[in-house]
């Protein structure tokens, strides 16, 4: 079956530092979504990646699909505040025409 | 904001006892999806519709039911609440199948 590792779980970091969460999937991806969810909220609809080794901004995050479609990675440049929450990719196969789910990576800053 | 209502937003209950979540959309979207999501876990799917009347399982649909008597409620039941069953549910809307998940603010349910 589809699997999928998000890594890593949580990331401590300092304000000002980068951040930096990892989706890997084991078969090829039709598209990936990425969606965060603030403490206490629901998950929010960030991006959508489509193309082999799309790059895709956002002010400070960055989106990245693998060449080979089977990663994706949610870069932020200089975290503040307003970045703590947990950071999910979703997947999508071909075939396959519901979500897989990555476990998430809860981002933390160090007060 | 997707024009999705979820309630009750938190419910205690005991166990053995029938629990009713209710997911009210205003925008007419065919697709709507119940997860669970518990730490160390994640979101995971416990039922999804894709029109009114039709409905299928998710991964985790054990001691769960659903309904969709019309395209604007989702109703998910738990017949005999469990403890294991402790957890936030989110229900969410697509405009079509695997696409952009928008989600309600969720439902606490704790069961004592």
């Known amino acids: 079956g589809q699997q999928v590792m998000q890594i890593p779980q949580y990331q401590h970091v300092q304000e000002g530092e980068d951040f930096t969460t990892y989706c890997n999937s084991s078969t090829t991806l039709s598209n990936i979504q990425w969606y965060k969810q603030r403490p206490g909220g629901h998950p929010v609809f960030l991006i959508q990646l489509v193309k082999s080794g799309e790059v895709k901004k956002q002010k400070r995050l960055t989106f990245q699909f693998g060449e080979a479609k089977k990663n994706s990675s949610l870069h932020i440049t200089a975290t503040q505040t307003t970045d703590v929450g947990t950071y999910f990719c979703a997947l999508k196969k071909d075939s396959n025409y519901q979500l897989i789910w990555g476990a998430g990576t809860k981002l933390i800053i160090k007060p | 904001d997707a024009g999705i209502t979820q309630s009750p937003r938190h419910k205690v209950t005991e166990t053995g006892t029938p629990v009713t979540l209710r997911c009210h959309q205003t925008e007419n979207h065919r697709y709507m999806y119940w997860y669970r999501q518990d730490p160390g876990h994640g979101l995971r799917l416990i039922h999804y519709s894709y029109g009114v009347k039709d409905t299928d399982k998710g991964e985790v649909s054990d001691g769960y039911s659903v309904s969709r008597s019309k395209t604007e409620d989702f109703l998910l039941t738990l017949e005999s609440a469990t403890s294991s069953q402790t957890s936030v549910y989110f229900c969410?809307?697509?405009?079509?199948?695997?696409?952009?998940?928008?989600f309600g603010e969720g439902s606490w349910l704790t069961v004592v």
């Open positions: 969410a809307i697509s405009a079509g199948s695997g696409n952009t998940i928008y």
